[in-house]
C-alpha cells in the first residue's frame, strides 16, 4: 500500500510553523513528513531556512506516531558524516524509531557556506558513499576509528546509539546514482515518477524498497492562485537539475529565473482546486513503482493544503 507523506519546506516556513505543520500533517492522517535541510532557501519570495535538525527534535517530540524523514541531507561538505550519524541517531530515539535518513549528494547553494570546494557530482558519490559507511559504523554503538579518502574519525562512539538500524534511503536521478543506492542504501528518493529508477534500484539491489517520490502540487482556490503561487515559489524547478545543483546563492537563483513565466511551469505541476488534476499525477507516480509518496504544496496557506489532502485526495487514494 502506498503511504503519503507531507513535505517540510523548511525554505518556506519559519521553525515554528514547520512543527505545527508536522502536527496537524499527522493529525490530517499523513504516514509520515519529510524534512528538506537546507542553509539557504532557493528564491528570496521563499524567505526561510532554519536548522532542520533542531526542528525534527521538536517535531520528534510533538508528534506521536507519524513517520520522520530528511529530504535530503547532504551529509558530505556542510556536515561530517560523524555528526549527521550521530544527529539520526538521537532523532531516532526521541521519535521512539519513526526516523529515516534520505541523503543525497547536495546543491552548491547550500554546501559551499563553510568554505569548502565543490566538487564534481563523481566525486560527490564516492564522498556519499563513504559517509554512508560511516553511518553503519557509528550506529552499532561500538568506538570505531576510520581512515577514508575523504572522511576520518577518530576513536567516536555513540553513547545514545539507535535501537534498531536507520533506513537510509538515496536520492537517484539517473544509472550512476541508482547503482550507488544499490550497494549502499536501503532505499531510493526521486523527484521525478521515472519508473525505470525504481526498476533499476531493485534489480541491481535485491531489495523491494522504500522508493520515495516528491510529488509537487500547487493547490489553491484558484487555477489562477495556483499559477501564481508556483511561479512565486517553485519557478526554479524550470532550470533542471544540472542547473539547480550548480548556483551558488540567492541571488543567482532570482537571476537564472527572472525570464520564467508563469505559461512555463505549466505541465510540470497540477495547479488549482480540483482534485483530479492532482490525483492524476499522483497515481502517474504510484503506477510508476514508487510506494511513498510525499506531497509538496508551495505557499503560504499549508491549512489549506493539508485540509485538502484530508478531505479530497486521501479518501480517492485509500
Known amino acids: 500500500m502506498t503511504k503519503f507523506g507531507y513535505k517540510l519546506m523548511t525554505e518556506e516556513h519559519g521553525p515554528k510553523a514547520l512543527v505545527a505543520n508536522a502536527v496537524r500533517a499527522e493529525q490530517a492522517g499523513f504516514d509520515f513528513v519529510s524534512i528538506s535541510d537546507h542553509f539557504h532557501p532557493w528564491l528570496k519570495s521563499q524567505g526561510h531556512a532554519p536548522f532542520a535538525w533542531s526542528v525534527l527534535g521538536a517535531i520528534a517530540h510533538a508528534t506521536e506516531k ?22 539520526a541517531a538521537t532523532i531516532a530515539i526521541m521519535s521512539d524509531n519513526r526516523f529515516s535518513l534520505a541523503v543525497g549528494a547536495g546543491e552548491r547553494l547550500n554546501e559551499h557556506v563553510t568554505g569548502e570546494l565543490w566538487p564534481s557530482t563523481p566525486i560527490r558519490h564516492e564522498m556519499l558513499s563513504e559517509a554512508i559507511d560511516i553511518f553503519r559504523l557509528l550506529w552499532d554503538g561500538g568506538l570505531h576509528s576510520f581512515e577514508g579518502n575523504f572522511y576520518d574519525i577518530d576513536h567516536a562512539q555513540l553513547y545514545d546509539a ?13 544509472e550512476k546514482s541508482v547503482e550507488l543506492a544499490a550497494d549502499k542504501a536501503d532505499g531510493i528518493m526521486a523527484t521525478s515518477p521515472d519508473g525505470a529508477l525504481v526498476k533499476g534500484f531493485k534489480k541491481k539491489s535485491g531489495k523491494s524498497g522504500p522508493a520515495y517520490g516528491e510529488v509537487t502540487l500547487a493547490w489553491a482556490p484558484s487555477e489562477e492562485e495556483g499559477r501564481r503561487i508556483a511561479h512565486e515559489r517553485f519557478r526554479f524547478g524550470a532550470l533542471g537539475w544540472s542547473v539547480n545543483s550548480e548556483l551558488r546563492d540567492v541571488e543567482g537563483f532570482e537571476a537564472a529565473t527572472q525570464f520564467v513565466r508563469p505559461e512555463d511551469l505549466e505541465g510540470s505541476m497540477p495547479m488549482g482546486p480540483d482534485p483530479e488534476v492532482h490525483l492524476k499525477v499522483i497515481r502517474e507516480w504510484m503506477d510508476a513503482g514508487f510506494d511513498h509518496l510525499v506531497l509538496l504544496g508551495p505557499g503560504d496557506d499549508q491549512e489549506g493544503f493539508i485540509s485538502f489532502c484530508e478531505k479530497e485526495l486521501f479518501p480517492k487514494l485509500r
Open 66 to 87: 507519524v513517520g520522520i524523514t530528511t529530504g535530503l541531507t547532504c551529509p558530505i561538505i556542510r556536515y561530517h558524516p560523524a555528526i549527521i550519524a550521530q544527529a
Open 162 to 174: 539507535p535501537e534498531k538500524p536507520i533506513t537510509v534511503t538515496l536520492g537517484v536521478s539517473g
